[in-house]
T-cell receptor
């Protein structure tokens, strides 16, 4: 079984401030980890993913995440928030096999204040 | 990159009618496709897992006679909402797993039943 917990359903930051969205997972096998973003009225868009190799993963729009096995975490960060980053962010885990589904976290709504 | 096309992106239908949503993997073979539903301000909820050539596996609480899923080929899965009612109004998203790894999402379909 696998599960994902995103701490904080809502996060508010000022423009230019650090963005930190937390994600912890549980998985019985080495996980594949994903961050997706959803803008209003749009489908999910992949931000970045970790499969194997380097634990610090860089994604689109200046986001990055670090896989920490000892902490079972995959937190998403961005050094400086932009207004356009306001969206809902979903962390997800899969066991890595092609046939296995993604398990999503509850989502975190990021709000960026001017 | 792998592309999943979901059609239509939005649809309005009358109560009691049926609506079909298509999910196509455009440049890869999808061994498994998943259908999700997202209620406003909530996370995605897995509805069913669809494998090519076999019956879909529905999650607990999802009515299989209401949400008909057909996975006719390795590149196409359809979700038909039969006898739609206003409570079926939601955002439906499909995802497709590539045989070589990775999960890719469609753009989503916003269904409004009036």
């Amino acid at each position: 079984a696998q599960s994902v917990t995103q701490l904080g359903s809502h996060v508010s930051v000022s423009e230019g401030a650090l963005v930190l969205l937390r994600c912890n997972y549980s998985s019985s096998v080495p996980p594949y980890l994903f961050w997706y973003v959803q803008y209003p009225n749009q489908g999910l868009q992949l931000l970045l993913k970790y499969t194997t190799g380097a634990t610090l993963v860089k994604g689109i729009n200046g986001f990055e995440a670090e896989f920490k096995k000892s902490e079972t975490s995959f937190h998403l960060t961005k050094p400086s928030a932009h207004m356009s980053d306001a969206a809902e962010y979903f962390c997800a885990v899969s066991s890595g096999n092609a046939g296995n589904m993604l398990t999503f976290g509850g989502g975190t709504r990021l709000m960026v204040k001017p | 990159g792998a592309v999943v096309s979901q059609h239509p992106s939005w649809v309005i239908c009358k109560s009691g009618t049926s609506v079909k949503i298509e999910c196509r993997s455009l440049d890869f073979q999808a061994t498994t496709m998943f259908w999700y539903r997202q209620f406003p301000k909530q996370s995605l909820m897995l509805m069913a897992t669809s494998n090519e050539g076999s019956k879909a596996t529905y999650e607990q609480g999802v009515e299989k006679d209401k949400f008909l899923i057909n996975h006719a080929s390795l590149t196409l899965s359809t979700l038909t909402v039969t006898s739609a009612h206003p409570e079926d109004s939601s955002f439906y998203i499909c995802s497709a797993n590539r045989a070589t790894g990775g999960a890719f999402f469609g753009q989503g379909t916003r269904l409004t039943v009036v």
